[in-house]
């Protein structure tokens, strides 16, 4: 005698599949939902770092790049630094911090996102800094040698100051997107994980938005009343110093905000830190 197999397709059964569903779809929204302020905090990042591929290479075009008498560098070749700079801190950074916790804490804890980003942020704030003072040099050197009215003037300033900035752009973009990407990947649910790496990748298409957008503005309010403005195409009668102290003090602000959300943030249970 052969047992007919039953199923459950009683009409509580189906009511309760849906109801559970439900709740499966809603704890999702939730998950995604706990991630939009570090979304939204973090759109400043790009910002920043947008200008150095533009204004840093910009920058180096009016100094001096001879390296013979007969031969200059292109301008744009010195983000050899940046891509440099990327590969040794990836390899290199996580045993760093260790170092550094060991020295101060007795224990090796790992880096969490969370402060990868931040660190970054923090990073790319000082670049920020370090790029005005060396704007606000080759400022001063050009109005010394009279070459304010000239946009085409070498400036007499090796172009190995901005090595630096370069370097340090280097350190926030690894702490930075590393954090970021780990951060999008790991708290979303598993089924959704498409939807983290979306969020992941706004941040950055957003971001380089924005900056032109901020760019364009700040351009049309300072060059108000025929002045030539922080951006003007003639670098020696603009302030782009002024423009990186307005990107530093931004990222600071970025950076408490970040900082405000991070303390009270709680990981998903069962994500790596």
């Given amino acids: 005698m052969k047992v007919k197999p039953t199923t459950n397709n009683t009409p509580g059964s189906r009511k309760l599949d849906g109801t559970c569903s439900t709740c499966s779809k809603c704890e999702d929204v939730k998950a995604v939902l706990r991630l939009v302020p570090v979304w939204i905090i973090c759109l400043t990042y790009p910002i ?53 916790t060991r020295a101060f804490t007795g224990k090796s804890n790992s880096i969490t996102s969370l402060q990868k980003i931040g660190g970054g942020i923090f990073v790319s704030s000082i670049t920020m800094v370090v790029a005005a003072i060396v704007e606000n040099r080759r400022i001063e050197i050009a109005q010394k040698f009279g070459l304010i009215n000239d946009p085409k003037a070498t400036v007499p300033m090796v172009i190995w100051w901005l090595v630096p900035q370069y370097v340090l752009s280097g350190l926030a973009f690894v702490l930075a997107q590393v954090g970021l990407q780990e951060f999008f990947h790991d708290q979303v649910p598993n089924k959704i994980r498409s939807v983290g790496l979306s969020l992941y990748s706004t941040v950055f298409g957003i971001g380089d938005f924005f900056s032109v957008f901020l760019i364009y503005v700040i351009q049309k309010v300072t060059s108000a009343g025929g002045q030539p403005g922080w951006l003007a195409n003639n670098m020696n009668q603009a302030h782009l110093d002024y423009f990186y102290w307005f990107l530093a003090g931004l990222s600071m602000l970025e950076l408490v905000a970040f900082l405000c959300f991070a303390k009270s943030y709680v990981y998903k249970q069962g994500a790596p830190m």
């Fill in 48 to 100: 920043v770092h947008a200008q150095v591929i533009t204004f840093f290479a910009k920058q180096g075009s009016t100094m001096d790049r001879s390296i013979q008498p007969d031969f200059q560098i292109p301008a744009a070749s010195i983000q050899i630094f940046l891509t440099v700079s990327v590969v040794l801190f990836a390899a290199t950074y996580d045993r760093i911090f260790f170092t550094i």
